[in-house]
């Protein structure tokens, strides 16, 4: 089992930056995919990138698409979401979460496939 925590939201103005992270406790970080979704008032969760047990695939939505950059720290049991450009529709409850990756299996984008959630950050984007 894993417990997540998340950090880093805040107001941001719009085409300004943000970094979040998620602090993973237990020794098996690494056996995990992890995932980052939000959830706007209103709306349902929806997914933002995801990364590989490894690190080594990384996955993103179209909405997010080159203003976003997901990354992990296996050794710090670390996953962190960097932000730029940001818009004002992305302001939203973002979310991480962990999914046991087993060999050769796909990282999945949909929030019903992850096992574990944190309780989420707020990330406001206004002037």
């Known amino acids: 089992q894993v417990q997540l925590v998340e950090s880093g939201g805040g107001l941001v103005q719009p085409g300004g930056s943000l970094r979040l992270s998620c602090a993973a406790s237990?020794?098996?970080?690494?056996?995990?995919?992890m995932g980052w979704f939000r959830q706007a008032p209103g709306k349902e969760r929806e997914f933002v990138a995801a990364?590989?047990?490894?690190?080594?695939?990384?996955y993103y939505a179209d909405s997010v698409e080159g203003r976003v950059t997901i990354s992990r720290d296996n050794a710090k049991n670390s996953v962190d979401l960097q932000m730029d450009s940001m818009k004002r529709e992305d302001t939203a409850v973002y979310y991480c979460?962990?999914?046991?990756?087993?060999?050769?299996?796909?990282?999945?984008?949909?929030?019903?496939?992850?096992?574990?959630w944190g309780q989420g950050t707020e990330v406001t984007v206004s002037s």
């Open positions: 990364i590989s047990r490894s690190g080594s695939f990384t």
């Open positions: 979460a962990a999914v046991t990756q087993r060999a050769y299996s796909l990282v999945p984008t949909t929030a019903r496939d992850y096992e574990y």
């Open positions: 237990g020794r098996t970080f690494s056996s995990y995919a």
